[in-house]
């Protein structure tokens, strides 16, 4: 009970305006139906929905990028709906980032609760299965999520802190003691400033990895809340800083 209060501010803030444009959100909702329904089964039973998008050029003699994207906590469910419900995600999947960076993007449902954990082991466990069937670069796995996505986020890092390339947290939040285990990893954060229980959270994160000898990047907007999403991935910069990462470069 004692996470309750923090559930349900996360899950009211989650449906607020996120700084998109109506039409440029409504635009980018338009490619949810390039994401095709799944669901992934393992070997104890357990499942979890997810949406894929491969590129429509998909050649499988090219090895691709891909994105696991995590959503926050008011998108949770069975539906494999409701994790699409913020479209600003869906820009890795636009025909102009496509040309340039063709990738794949895969954006499962927590069922309930926050992502660290095994939701988060799951949605991982879907990237090992989906390297079985299509042309992953191994060296360019990605991570990025918001809210309780971005918690799972710091969360995938320190669970394989040899597996993604770089990562994207958004309003998150995590254990700073685990700093040093992922600060070699690039991460480029954001976050309202007056995000309550995040912006504070993610500024500690951000010190104890400069002190493990990381070099972090930070966006913090002044002034906004907990909805930092949409402004978060319509940097202009953010697709070619994240594709320019590889694990080959280490």
């Known amino acids: 009970m004692k996470f309750l209060p923090f559930a349900l501010l996360v899950a009211v803030t989650t449906f607020l305006s996120t700084g998109t444009?109506?039409?440029?959100?409504?635009?980018?909702?338009?490619?949810?139906?390039?994401?095709?329904?799944?669901?992934?089964?393992?070997?104890?039973?357990?499942?979890?929905?997810?949406?894929l998008f491969v590129p429509k050029d998909y050649d499988a003699k090219k090895k691709y990028p891909v994105i696991l994207f995590l959503h926050g906590y008011g998108e949770n469910g069975t539906d494999n709906n409701r994790q699409l419900l913020h479209?600003?995600?869906?820009r890795f999947a636009t025909d102009d980032v496509q040309a340039k960076n063709p990738c794949l993007l895969v954006a499962p449902q927590n069922r309930?609760?926050?992502?660290?954990?095994?939701?988060?082991?799951?949605?991982?466990?879907?990237?090992?299965?989906?390297?079985?069937?299509?042309?992953?670069?191994?060296?360019?796995?990605?991570?990025?999520?918001?809210?309780s996505g971005g918690m799972g986020t710091y969360y995938c890092l320190i669970e394989r802190p040899d597996y993604f390339a770089a990562a994207v947290p958004i309003c998150g939040r995590a254990d700073v003691s685990k700093a040093a285990s992922i600060a070699k990893i690039p991460v480029w954060g954001f976050c309202g400033g007056k995000d309550r229980g995040f912006a504070t959270k993610m500024r500690a994160m951000n010190e104890a990895v400069k002190k493990a000898g990381g070099e972090w990047k930070y966006t913090e907007y002044p002034g906004v809340g907990h909805n930092s999403w949409g402004r978060a991935y319509a940097t202009e910069d953010l697709p070619k800083w994240l594709f320019s990462q590889s694990r080959s470069k280490k």
């Open 112 to 147: 309930k609760g926050f992502w660290p954990g095994k939701s988060s082991r799951l949605a991982m466990e879907i990237l090992d299965s989906l390297a079985k069937k299509y042309s992953i670069d191994a060296n360019r796995r990605y991570v990025t999520g918001l809210s």
């Open 87 to 90: 479209a600003d995600p869906l």
């Open 21 to 51: 444009s109506h039409a440029e959100g409504a635009k980018l909702g338009d490619l949810r139906s390039r994401l095709t329904k799944q669901t992934h089964k393992n070997d104890a039973g357990d499942t979890m929905p997810y949406r």
